[in-house]
């Protein structure tokens, strides 16, 4: 009697055992941010980079399933020479994605920003004839040979004044007007009509001047049957910026049916006045407090995106450089700073727990 008890007692055993290796093949180790998150959480890289630091290499693949090229996608990479199209670094990051199954999201088409000299020039000498007829060429070479393999572009980037509401008036806005901003969608969409298409800018959730503007923008677009399906805010956050603000364009830019993506998300402390050495050093030292402030910041955002942005609506979450040592902050305003969510060794902060403690919670 004894022994048959004792026997059904390792059956009963082993079963557990059994199904305990049954749960454990099936749930996926949780090995960075993407693994906590619904949505694709996303970082800029520079394949440079990649190839030559491991630990950077690790730890993006280990925390991210989203890429957006920091500069390797850019006119002044791909198109930096007159007749020749540069794809080597594009094509290697597009490489690095595949292998490990991280979703590339395309940055930028056009941009006022580092225009090579050489089409400026053209635009000079042959005037709005050649600058359409190249923007069409540029986006149509760019989108098709990345067809179905990029999922997204961002197709303008910051056609709007650093604040306030009105056009940025870039090189395409002189030729073109803003009509080249419908051109672009237009000419992207018929190069790859799958794939999702972003209009992105900066300080559009604190500025509601130039965020309003940007909707007017939107709405024009869409009346007009131009193919837009995304709106990118940068999220290049300070510590002040109230999240009562970035609540409210949430509300917002969740009503437009647009995807939403933060395509460029990091948080400083020090202030800035959005010019090149125009930072001032508020804050010497990062201090126990100041990263405890920086993790609730980033953990409520994380809330506030979940909260406002309708499921089919969240495009994810992308990093703009993940970690204090390579920061774009440093070198563009001339100060030192804490922006993101990996100090300087490559390790996790407070922040980067904020994050994550963001996608784990309830959300009410
Ligand atoms: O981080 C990028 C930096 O390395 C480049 O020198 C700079 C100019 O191309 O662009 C930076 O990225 C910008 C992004 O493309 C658009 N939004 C603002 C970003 C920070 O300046």
Not at 61 to 79: A, E
Not at 348 to 362: H, S, T
């Amino acid at each position: 009697m004894q022994s048959t008890y004792i026997f059904l007692l390792f059956l009963f055993l082993i079963s557990i055992c059994a199904n305990c290796n049954i749960a454990r093949e099936s749930t996926p180790i949780a090995q960075g941010l993407k693994d906590y998150a619904d949505f694709p959480i996303g970082n800029s890289i520079s394949i440079r980079k990649i190839i030559e630091d491991e630990k950077y290499r690790t730890m993006i693949k280990q925390n991210f399933n989203s890429i957006t090229s920091g500069n390797d996608m850019k006119m002044y990479t791909i198109g930096r020479e007159e007749g020749k199209y540069n794809w080597e670094k594009a094509d290697e990051t597009l490489a690095f994605c595949e292998r490990n199954n991280q979703r590339i999201f395309g940055h930028t088409l056009v941009w006022h920003l580092g225009l090579p000299k050489w089409i400026q020039n053209n635009g000079k000498e042959h005037g709005a004839d050649w600058v359409d007829e190249y923007l069409e060429t540029y986006i149509t070479k760019v989108v098709s040979r990345y067809k179905g393999k990029v999922a997204a572009w961002d197709v303008v980037n910051e056609a709007f004044e650093t604040a306030g509401g009105n056009y940025r008036e870039t090189f395409w806005y002189q030729y073109l007007g803003k009509e080249y901003i419908a051109k672009a969608f237009r000419y992207a969409h018929a190069a790859d009509p799958e794939a999702e298409l972003f209009y992105n800018d900066f300080n559009i959730e604190r500025d509601t001047a130039k965020f309003l503007g940007v909707l007017k923008m939107i709405e024009e677009l869409k009346s007009e049957g131009v193919p837009i399906t995304g709106l990118g805010f940068q999220m290049h956050l300070r510590m002040d910026i109230p999240d009562e603000v970035i609540a409210y364009t949430l509300k917002k830019a969740g009503e437009t049916g647009l995807k939403i993506h933060f395509s460029e998300l990091d948080i400083i402390f020090n202030r800035h006045d959005d010019t090149k050495d125009g930072g001032e050093q508020v804050y010497k030292e990062l201090t126990k407090e100041m990263e405890q402030a920086q993790a609730e910041k980033y953990k409520n955002l994380v809330l506030m995106y979940r909260k406002y942005i309708p499921k089919n609506q969240q495009y994810g979450i992308t990093f703009w450089g993940c970690n204090d040592r390579d920061t774009w902050i440093k070198r563009f305003f001339g100060i030192e700073d804490w922006p993101t969510v990996f100090d300087e060794n490559l390790n996790p902060k407070r922040a980067y727990y904020g994050f994550m403690e963001g996608l784990k919670e309830k959300i009410r």
